[in-house]
């Protein structure tokens, strides 16, 4: 993305074709798989950039959609209105791109669980606020979230039933809900900044959701929160 420019920036569309330069770079650094958050606004110029990055370097993508969480107004997954809205952008998605092969799977959201596991982009309904506690109400949004995307997950597998289906969150506050309403999604795409180390995370995971594992971002920044400055030693070693 261009100095200037921000996320809306439709990089598919950039005459000069920075995939080629940077497909030549993750190839020799050994990568063999990326991940796009959403597809561009000109299907034609995305699938010339997705089948460049396999055809010309063997990387395939992961196509994904944030399911509109960071959309305006806000996203509220307690509205039907919402839901369907998502649900004709998703399956559109999955029907326009079905067909190119260096695709290897298609990932629902991000950190969406953030508007009720971090109350970020937070949302409710009448018959959530009925609840009146909070632990309830969490709950209450959570069921309602995974379950949207469990269905989602069921329509795109019967527009493309070869592929995979990945359930994006961030951290695990709430899998234990997630593995028991999303039965039809094959693998969790994990978002967790832990540090150096991944802890016992994996162990977490295997005893609360027990399916592949995707880690669509990771890492440790140089800021260290003990210390309140930034650690370059650390951050060296950690690279």
Do not use: C
């Not at 597809?39 to 396999?54: A, E, M, Q, S, V």
């Not at 019967?158 to 995979?164: F, G, L, T």
């Not at 234990?176 to 999303?182: L, V």
Request: charged share 30%; proline share 5%.
């Amino acid at each position: 993305i261009p100095i200037g420019k921000d996320f809306e920036y439709d990089f598919w569309a950039d005459p000069g074709k920075p995939w080629l330069t940077d497909g030549k770079l993750m190839k020799e650094a050994g990568v063999n798989t990326v991940r796009i958050y959403r597809t561009g606004k000109h299907p034609k110029l995305t699938k010339r950039g997705i089948n460049d990055l396999y055809r010309k370097f063997g990387i395939r993508t992961f196509v994904g959609h944030y399911l509109g969480f960071w959309d305006w107004p806000p996203a509220n997954y307690a509205s039907g209105n919402f839901q369907k809205k998502m649900t004709q952008e998703v399956l559109s998605m999955v029907r326009e791109y079905k067909s190119e092969p260096g695709i290897i799977g298609w990932i629902l959201g991000n950190e969406n669980n953030y508007s009720f596991d971090q109350n970020v982009r937070g949302w409710s309904s009448d018959e959530i606020d009925k609840l009146n506690d909070p632990k309830k109400m969490w709950e209450a949004r959570a069921r309602i979230y995974y379950r949207f995307v469990n269905e989602l997950a069921k329509e795109v597998k019967k527009i493309d039933p070869s592929r995979p289906v990945v359930l994006g969150i961030g951290e695990i506050k709430s899998l234990h809900i997630a593995a028991q309403e999303t039965p039809d999604i094959d693998v969790l795409g994990l978002i967790a900044y832990r540090g150096a180390t991944f802890g016992n995370l994996f162990r977490q995971v295997k005893q609360t959701y027990d399916k592949p594992v995707l880690m669509t971002e990771f890492g440790a920044d140089r800021f260290n929160a003990y210390t309140r400055e930034e650690d370059q030693v650390s951050q060296a070693r950690f690279i």
